[in-house]
């Protein structure tokens, strides 16, 4: 079987470490790396082995045997990168937030459709052991009904407001760097899609937002989550029923799980490996592309689309509408 052929734009800390998990994934192969900065990519390329560097996304785009693009550039570039790489006829990985709004990701999503193009926002932590430990209790009965999802996620950045994180130019603020992983992890623990949105924001000085505080209704359940990148907050994840809860240590980072009872007994915990854990998302989307399938399973377009409208209550005051709710744009 003919490996398939990856190409990286953006040649940044994240890139690496997509780069490393490549070289363990069957049927993948990464061929080159484009930056606009020469000098960027050229040293990239000499760090990770890679075999091609170019100045240029154009010029590494016009290779025919590349047939997938990973996306590391700052948020504010994603769209603009989705859509280069998505006319240049190339599957697309992006990395999270994969976009910043929901009329953004419907149009993506619908030019790859028309294009025969596979394309997935890169949240490798749906993906990762632990959360099919999580999985496996919560099927099993372990914590009887969901009622209760709680998460929290911050730190304090640097107020470099020429930064990424304080620039709304480049695509700054709390909710598109880690507001989208409890967003996206809890919707896919508890299996529901959202139908009401309550968000209350602080925004800085820059215009981006600073701290952000939501409730989200699902239809037999609820959640809670805080972010921020004016504070340190910690990094847990709790799953609350009837019988008992689970708790997801680090939930985006660590590599602990543990299910306590309605004692606060701890009953079980799963531990999962060291290994890059972007591995097993970009065996997915692999197995996906030489499938014929055009999006994958666990992080969907609806996951996407799901995560942009609320980025749109909470940074534009577009009212939240469930996504049974269609949408056109142009």
Request: aromatic residues 10%.
């Amino acid at each position: 079987m003919n490996e398939l052929q990856f190409g990286i734009i953006g040649a940044g800390k994240i890139a690496g470490h997509f780069c490393r998990a490549l070289d363990s994934v069957q049927g993948a192969f990464l061929a080159a790396v484009a930056s606009k900065s020469p000098d960027r990519a050229k040293a990239f390329a000499e760090k990770h082995q890679v075999p091609a560097w170019y100045g240029s996304y154009a010029e590494m785009l016009a290779r025919d045997d590349i047939s997938v693009v990973y996306i590391a550039t700052t948020n504010n570039f994603h769209y603009e990168n989705i859509m280069q790489c998505l006319r240049a006829g190339k599957h697309v990985i992006c990395e999270k937030a994969m976009v910043a709004s929901e009329e953004e990701a419907a149009c993506a999503f619908r030019f790859a459709k028309e294009k025969g193009l596979f394309l997935m926002e890169g949240m490798w932590v749906r993906y990762v052991p632990k959360i099919d430990k999580v999985m496996e209790w919560l099927h099993g009965g372990r914590i009887g009904e969901l009622k209760l999802a709680q998460a929290t996620l911050g730190f304090p950045a640097e107020k470099n407001y020429s930064g990424r994180m304080y620039c709304k130019e480049l695509g700054g603020g709390a909710l598109q760097d880690v507001g989208v992983y409890p967003i996206e992890i809890l919707s896919y623990l508890i299996g529901e899609p959202v139908q009401e949105v309550q968000s209350f924001v602080t925004f800085a000085e820059t215009g981006v937002d600073e701290t952000v505080s939501l409730n989200l209704r699902y239809p037999t359940c609820q959640a809670g989550i805080q972010c921020s990148i004016a504070t340190k907050l910690p990094e847990d994840g709790f799953l609350y029923g009837t019988r008992g809860y689970i708790r997801l240590v680090r939930m985006h980072s660590g590599n602990t799980v543990e299910l306590y009872d309605n004692t606060r007994t701890l009953v079980e915990s799963y531990t999962q490996g060291e290994e890059n854990m972007f591995i097993y998302q970009i065996q997915d989307a692999v197995n996906c592309i030489r499938a014929g399938k055009l999006e994958a399973t666990r992080a969907s377009s609806r996951m996407t689309l799901e995560c942009a409208r609320i980025f749109d209550q909470c940074l534009k005051g577009i009212l939240f509408r469930p996504m049974d709710e269609e949408v056109r744009y142009k």
